[in-house]
C-alpha cells in the first residue's frame, strides 16, 4: 500500500466536505438535458442497424487493431476514412485519434518548440492545457474571447507563437470571433489551431468549414463522441503536419490503434449525418424554444449548450437536486472547475428534447432563480 494514501484521503475529505466530490455513476432514468448527444445520433436506432449491417457484413471490424499504426495497427479502412474526412472538410490531410483528448496531447506536446510561445483562451479545453504542459514551449493565457487582449500578448512575443482557441465553448457556450482570430494571427505570423469539438455536426461540418477558413488555420480538431454519436477525433491540417505528427507525436506513436470498428462508425457517421440535416434544424427550433424565457445566460443565442450561472456551490447543487426530482439530468459545474462565482448550470439542448420538456425545464429555473 502506498505510504502517503492519507494525503490522498484528506483532498478527498475536503471535497466531500464543500460537496464537489466526484465519483462515477451509472446513468440515470430521467429526460436528458446534459449529455452532448446533440443530434441524437447515439440513441438513433436507424444508426445503430446501418452499424449493426456493417458488422454482419464484415466481422473483422471488431478484431483488436494488434499494435500502434506505425506497426500493426495501420489498415485500409482508418487510411481510407481518413482520405474521406480530409475531402469533407476540404483540408489537405486529415489524421485520426483514439480521442479528441489524445488528438490535442499530440497536437500541443508536438508542434510547438522551445523558443515557442502557446496563447491560449482562458477558457480553452483542459486537454490543451495538459498538452502545453509536456511541451517545452511558454504558455500564455489570454482573456476569453478578448481580441485586444490577445494582440496585446502577440504584440510582446519574439519567437513563433500558437494560438489555441475552440470555435464554440462548452462551458460558456458562447462562440469564438474566428474570423477575427485568424486574421490576427496572420498579421503577427503565427499559427492558429480551432478545436471544434462542440461545433462539428450541429453546424454541418464546423464553422471552420462554414466559415471557409481552411487555409487560415494550421489545424482543426473535429470530435466525434458528441454530435455524431461515435467515438474519437481527427486533426484536420496540410501534409507536412500529418508527417511531423507521425514522426515525433508521442500520443500517437505510442498508442494501440482503435479497433476498425471506431473508424467506421466515423465514417456511418458522416453518411448518417449528410442525410439528417433536419436534425440540426429541429435542435435550433428547441433552442429558441428555451431562448425564449429570457433567462439570463452567458450562452450564445444558437449553442446547444446553455449555462444558466448560479454563483454559489450550494444553491446550485439545491437547483439540480430540484431538477432531478423532476426527472430533469442536468449537469452542474462547480468551483475550482470553474471560477468562484461563476458556477453554473451547463445544459445541453438535443434535437429530441420535446417542446413540452423545455418549458417545463425553464419554468423550474425561472422559479427557483
Not at 53 to 61: C, E, F, H, R, S
Not at 142 to 170: M, P, T, V, W
Not at 208 to 222: C, F, G, P, T, Y
Not at 304 to 328: C, H, M, T, Y
Request: include cysteine; aromatic fraction near 8%.
Amino acid at each position: 500500500m502506498l505510504s502517503n494514501t492519507s494525503r490522498f484521503q484528506e483532498y478527498l475529505d475536503k471535497r466531500k466536505e464543500k460537496g464537489t466530490l466526484r465519483s462515477l455513476r451509472l446513468q440515470s432514468d430521467g429526460i436528458d438535458f446534459y449529455s452532448n448527444d446533440y443530434l441524437g445520433f447515439a440513441k438513433s436506432k436507424e444508426l445503430q442497424s446501418l452499424l449493426l449491417q456493417k458488422i454482419m457484413d464484415n466481422p473483422q471490424l471488431l478484431s483488436g487493431s494488434t499494435g500502434s499504426r506505425l506497426i500493426s495497427g495501420n489498415s485500409d479502412i482508418a487510411v481510407s476514412v481518413e482520405n474521406e474526412i480530409a475531402q469533407k472538410h476540404h483540408f489537405e490531410s486529415a489524421l485520426l485519434f483514439p480521442s479528441g483528448y489524445n488528438a490535442n496531447l499530440a497536437l500541443f506536446s508536438t508542434l510547438p518548440s522551445r523558443h515557442d510561445a502557446i496563447i491560449v483562451d482562458e477558457q480553452i479545453h483542459r486537454s490543451v492545457h495538459d498538452g502545453c504542459k509536456l511541451s517545452n514551449a511558454k504558455k500564455l493565457k489570454f482573456k476569453h474571447n478578448d481580441i485586444e487582449d490577445l494582440e496585446n500578448i502577440l504584440k510582446r512575443q519574439k519567437g513563433h507563437c500558437y494560438i489555441a482557441i475552440e470555435s464554440l465553448y462548452s462551458m460558456e457556450g458562447d462562440f469564438a470571433p474566428v474570423q477575427e482570430i485568424a486574421a490576427l494571427a496572420s498579421k503577427y505570423k503565427s499559427s492558429l489551431i480551432v478545436d471544434e469539438a462542440h461545433a462539428f455536426g450541429v453546424f454541418g461540418y464546423g464553422l471552420i468549414e462554414k466559415l471557409q477558413l481552411q487555409n487560415h488555420v494550421s489545424a482543426a480538431v473535429v470530435t466525434y463522441g458528441k454530435a455524431l454519436g461515435a467515438h474519437g477525433a481527427a486533426i484536420l491540417c496540410n501534409e507536412t503536419v500529418k508527417s511531423y505528427l507521425i514522426n515525433f507525436a508521442s500520443p500517437f506513436i505510442y498508442t494501440t490503434s482503435a479497433q476498425d470498428f471506431q473508424w467506421m462508425s466515423i465514417k456511418t457517421g458522416y453518411e448518417f449525418l449528410d442525410q439528417n440535416h433536419e436534425l440540426a434544424e429541429k435542435l435550433q427550433n428547441n433552442i429558441k424554444v428555451f431562448r425564449s424565457s429570457k433567462l439570463q445566460s452567458p450562452s450564445a443565442e444558437t449553442s446547444p449548450v446553455q449555462a444558466i450561472v448560479i454563483p454559489d456551490n450550494q444553491r446550485l447543487k439545491e437547483l439540480q437536486d430540484i431538477l432531478s426530482e423532476e426527472g430533469f439530468l442536468t449537469y452542474a459545474i462547480y468551483s475550482p472547475t470553474v471560477k468562484e462565482g461563476s458556477e453554473r448550470l451547463r445544459i445541453c439542448l438535443h434535437s429530441f428534447n420535446s417542446e413540452e420538456e423545455i418549458i417545463k425545464l425553464k419554468g423550474i429555473i425561472k422559479e427557483f432563480i
